[in-house]
């Protein structure tokens, strides 16, 4: 690598976005939905009730056994009450090995859960990062991705310290070093079908409401008739916020938090999403949302060849049911709403494109 290229990484690294320790658009005081700080999360075990000795050596290699994807899903959603990091690179391996990630607009909730994990833990990302490997050069976008969404002040130079494990990926990890794409916090909603599922994926990891925020915001979209990608994208974060918040109470506080500074656009959607959350009648936004989408249909040129809620998305998640793939399971039934982008994707095609 070009010395002063090199120079450059390892000065921005130090500095960061913020000049301090965290994503882009996070303070050194993140809020949790458990109340707990970034800084007295990093600074003590109590919330996690972890051994401190985990962050000593390099020889610790744990390993844990998944026997599916289901399996994963499970340990995922569980994750906040008892972070074992050091299992994660087992579960992405497992994962991989059952598929999750031949298309990547199917993988943006576990992408977002390994970049908040990574960004959660800064002393065992470089090391959780190397258990990564090694992964097919289609499967290492997972990991370039998660790097540059894990908000770490230092994660350039991660990706560059990590490129010659990934020959293959050089136009990838080029664009998120010199290009277009951008971090978690800052990317356009819109412009990727897993960016939604990829910061409730952080959310799951780490309890930052940051992310959960984000994806309040779209909720400025219920109106855009004119946008379809926008119109869409709203309705099905509108329902993935309403479900969670009923299987995760903390949500529904920071929900009304939110609502004395939303702007109207936002206001009038949250409010209804909170209202179903509190009585625990979701089924509620999920009738908004189907019929909000058969009338933007109705407003469309041309007709869909079918109707469709729900798509196979490898062996994640849901569709607007809210179920996993696996929900004939019992500790299935608990798992996130989660809109996948291959649903996304596939109600906007069989909603709105043309014959």
């Known amino acids: ?3 002063k290229l ?3 990484l390892i000065v921005l690294s130090l500095f960061g976005a913020n000049g301090a320790y965290g994503a882009p658009g996070f303070t050194t005081e993140v809020v949790r939905a458990g109340g707990v700080s970034t800084e007295e999360a990093r600074s003590h075990d109590k919330r996690t009730g972890r051994s401190i000795s985990l962050y000593k050596g390099d020889d610790f290699e744990p390993k844990k ?3 599916s994807a289901q399996h994963v899903i499970v340990w995922i959603y569980d994750y906040q009450k008892n972070p074992q990091p050091e299992y994660v690179p087992d579960a992405i391996h497992a994962l991989a090995e059952f598929g999750v990630f031949e298309d990547l607009d199917q993988a943006g909730l576990y992408i977002g859960f390994l970049a908040g994990v990574l960004g959660d833990n800064q002393l065992l990302a470089r090391r959780l990062i190397k258990r990564l490997f090694p992964m097919t050069p289609k499967n290492q976008a997972v990991i370039i991705m998660a790097i540059a969404y894990s908000g770490l002040p230092e994660w350039r130079l991660l990706m560059s310290d990590f490129t010659e494990r990934m020959p293959a990926r050089t136009v990838l990890i080029d664009e998120f070093l010199f290009g277009s794409h951008k971090p978690l916090l800052e990317a ?3 412009q990727n079908p897993h960016m939604i599922d990829a910061l409730w994926g952080y959310y799951i990891a780490t309890g930052y409401l940051q992310p959960v925020e984000r994806v309040i915001s779209t909720l400025s979209w219920i109106e855009a008739t004119d946008n379809t990608d926008r119109f869409t994208l709203a309705h099905m974060a509108m329902w993935t916020l309403a479900k969670n918040a009923e299987r995760d109470r903390p949500l529904l506080r ?3 938090g939110q609502l004395p500074s939303a702007s109207k656009e936002i206001r009038m959607p949250l409010k209804k999403v909170i209202a179903a959350s509190e009585r625990f009648e979701s089924t509620k936004i999920k009738k ?3 019929t909000a989408i058969a009338t933007q249909k109705r407003r469309q040129p041309g007709k869909a060849t079918k109707w469709a809620w729900s798509a196979k998305a490898g062996e994640t998640l ?3 049911g809210c179920v996993t ?4 399971g019992h500790p299935e039934l608990a798992a996130p709403c989660i809109v996948t982008g291959a649903i996304y994707k596939g109600v906007r095609k069989l909603m709105f494109d043309k014959n």
């Open 1 to 3: 690598m070009n010395k």
């Open 6 to 8: 090199a120079l450059f």
């Open 65 to 67: 056994k998944f026997k």
């Open 188 to 190: 356009p909603l819109d």
């Open 254 to 256: 920071f929900y009304r």
């Open 288 to 290: 908004t949302v189907i």
């Open 318 to 320: 849901l569709a607007v």
């Open 325 to 328: 793939a696996s929900a004939l």
